[in-house]
């Protein structure tokens, strides 16, 4: 770059942080509304959103990211040429919280600024014409529109990023920016992969706890208080190699996922389903045993807000697509809960049956359930008895990031991960397991028929 180029860059990079510092506001949770910091590691920040079209940022917690990056789309809104500027979060929750933000900083702005911006219940509208628009990153969110730019916060939590990133690609390939921020979430995310690549040629940056002149030894020693070790470097210091506090640790890709897809033939073995009801999102799986053991998923399916009739088409058309007979499918293991009556008189496992599901459940401990398909990625003596295959992302997704809930010895209730987890436990539960007493290794592994 020339001497004019470098000083024509530096220029706008100062006219961009020094608008923020001038007019923007924040909230802060013990001060109120204060004046945009002027921290040197944010003016670092800015002056790299500045220099990459595409930027994959990963922090350590509190950082202020979040609110100098959603500053920044404010400035870009009222200085660049008009364009949509997508705000993505990883549920509405989150987007209700950027909004929130967004008002904070608009609210408190000069008139001069103020009068210029509408804003309303899902989007900011500019007297130029450009908006910006929070949004749940979902896998439409931006093929519905043609984004300037895009935002996406806690990349590395999002169900199926891969999917959105996918579908967000083309947008950015048309020259769209891209800001994708997190903390670190394990290695299995599209943002591990995309910040750790050193040939994509996105622009890379690190917000560590160390640059924030308010982070001395008082407070870090406050901060790890209360805080594994693992969760402490995943948080704090960046750290990509810790997923803390997963139910089903012994779960390794490279061990329990095929190379290819699998094709079921009837003639290879029983064919199982698992569903979970789950009401808002219900979730079915599909695996078939092998004579030598082996329960292999091999397909899935997961419901938004979807009734028994939709999942019991789903069940139907993914069925057909593999050429699957009801009389091909040995049992469907389901949710015990499901046998209660509905508001309409019949219980879902009643309007399943009608249909001539072959449907089979039990009460049984969540704990017991668990553990058996512990035992089915892993026995004691490191046999493994349940495989993946690599088309059923979503349920790897749920498995990878299953999580125990604190302070009790069960896994938490998130009502993201748990419906597919659920459906998996169902099918081992109802298919394999006994009475303690007259366990044998075959029949928990599944080895025998």
Not at 5 to 26: C, M, P, Y
Not at 318 to 337: F, L, M, N, Q, S
Request: aromatic share 10%; glycine share 6%.
């Amino acid at each position: 770059m020339s001497k004019t180029g470098k000083k024509s860059r530096d220029v706008q990079q100062h006219i961009a942080f020094d608008w923020l510092a001038e007019n923007i506001r924040t909230l802060d949770a013990t001060r109120g509304i204060i004046p945009f910091p002027q921290y040197p590691f944010l003016r670092e920040l800015i002056s790299a959103l500045e220099e990459n079209r595409i930027l994959i940022v990963a922090k350590s917690r509190q950082m202020l990211a979040t609110w100098t990056i959603c500053a920044y789309t404010v400035y870009r809104l009222l200085h660049h040429k008009p364009g949509i500027y997508l705000l993505l979060s990883k549920g509405g929750r989150d987007t209700t919280e950027l909004l929130k933000r967004m008002r904070v900083m608009i609210s408190n702005l000069d008139e001069e600024y103020r009068e210029r911006l509408t804003v309303k219940a899902s989007e900011i509208v500019c007297d130029n014409g450009g908006r910006i628009i929070a949004l749940p990153a979902t896998e439409d969110a931006v093929r519905m529109h043609s984004p300037t730019g895009v935002f996406w916060d806690e990349m590395a939590f999002t169900p199926y990023a891969e999917a959105i990133w996918t579908s967000a690609k083309p947008a950015i390939d048309s020259g769209g920016s891209f800001i994708g921020v997190s903390t670190p979430n394990g290695t299995d995310n599209i943002f591990y992969e995309l910040f750790t690549d050193q040939k994509n040629g996105f622009g890379k940056h690190k917000m560590h706890y160390s640059r924030h002149p308010d982070r001395d030894g008082k407070w870090k020693r406050e901060a790890q208080r209360g805080l594994s070790e693992t969760k402490w470097k995943q948080e704090y210091e960046i750290d990509f190699d810790v997923l803390e506090n997963r139910v089903y640790s012994e779960f390794a890709p490279d061990l329990h996922v095929l190379n290819k897809s699998y094709i079921w033939d009837k003639n290879k073995g029983r064919t199982l389903r698992g569903i979970d009801f789950g009401y808002r999102h219900p979730f079915i799986i599909w695996a078939q045993l092998s004579p030598d053991g082996i329960l292999t998923v091999f397909d899935e399916w997961e419901g938004h807000n979807a009734t028994i009739e939709d999942l019991a088409m789903a069940m139907h058309r993914i069925d057909k697509r593999h050429g699957i007979k009801e009389t091909d499918v040995y049992r469907t293991g389901c949710d015990p809960a499901g046998a209660a009556k509905s508001d309409v008189g019949i219980s879902p496992v009643e309007r399943l049956l009608r249909q001539e599901i072959k449907l089979v459940y039990r009460s049984s401990e969540i704990m017991t359930g668990v553990d058996l398909v512990k035992s089915f990625l892993k026995d004691a003596t490191g046999h493994v008895s349940l495989k993946f295959s690599p088309n059923v992302k979503r349920t790897l997704y749920h498995l990878h990031h299953y999580r125990w809930d604190s302070g009790i010895d069960k896994p938490l209730k998130d009502d993201e991960h748990d419906h597919a987890m659920d459906a998996l436990r169902y099918m081992i539960i109802n298919n394999f397991w006994c009475d303690r007493k007259s366990w044998t290794g075959a029949k928990v592994a599944g080895a025998q028929w």
